[in-house]
C-alpha cells in the first residue's frame, strides 16, 4: 500500500506559477504517477502522467503550461503549473498505479484569482 500527500497548492494571480508536489510513504519507483484536477461540481480529468521510466504524456489540452517529473530517490512527483488561468481552479490529486492497484492521495487546492 502507498500513502500519497500532496502540497503546493494555494492561492495564485493568473499568470502565475505553482509547483505541486506528490510525496510517497514508500519507494514510488515501479509506479506510474498521474496528476488529476477536479473543478468544484465537475469531474475529475487527467493533467498528466509519468511512467515508471521517466516517459511523461499529456492530454492536448493540457500541454504546454504544464510539466510532470518525478525524483524516486525523493519518493516525489512533482506538478510544475505556469501561465495559470482562473479555469485551473480545481482540487489536484496525485495518483499510483500499479497494474490493477491505483492509490489516491487527499488532494491540495489550487486557486486562480485576481
Known amino acids: 500500500q502507498v500513502q500519497l500527500v500532496e502540497s503546493g497548492g494555494g492561492l495564485v494571480q493568473p499568470g502565475g506559477s505553482l509547483r505541486l508536489s506528490c510525496v510517497a510513504s514508500g519507494s514510488i519507483s515501479i509506479y506510474a504517477m498521474d496528476w488529476y484536477r477536479q473543478p468544484q461540481g465537475k469531474q475529475r480529468e487527467l493533467v498528466a502522467s509519468i511512467t515508471s521510466g521517466g516517459s511523461t504524456r499529456y492530454p492536448d489540452s493540457m500541454k504546454g503550461r504544464f510539466n510532470i517529473s518525478r525524483d524516486n530517490a525523493k519518493n516525489t512527483v512533482y506538478l510544475q503549473m505556469n501561465s495559470l488561468k482562473p479555469e485551473d481552479t480545481a482540487a489536484y490529486y496525485c495518483?499510483?498505479?500499479?497494474?490493477?492497484?491505483?492509490?489516491w492521495g487527499q488532494g491540495t487546492q489550487v486557486t486562480i484569482s485576481s
Open positions: 495518483r499510483a498505479r500499479l497494474d490493477w492497484r491505483t492509490y
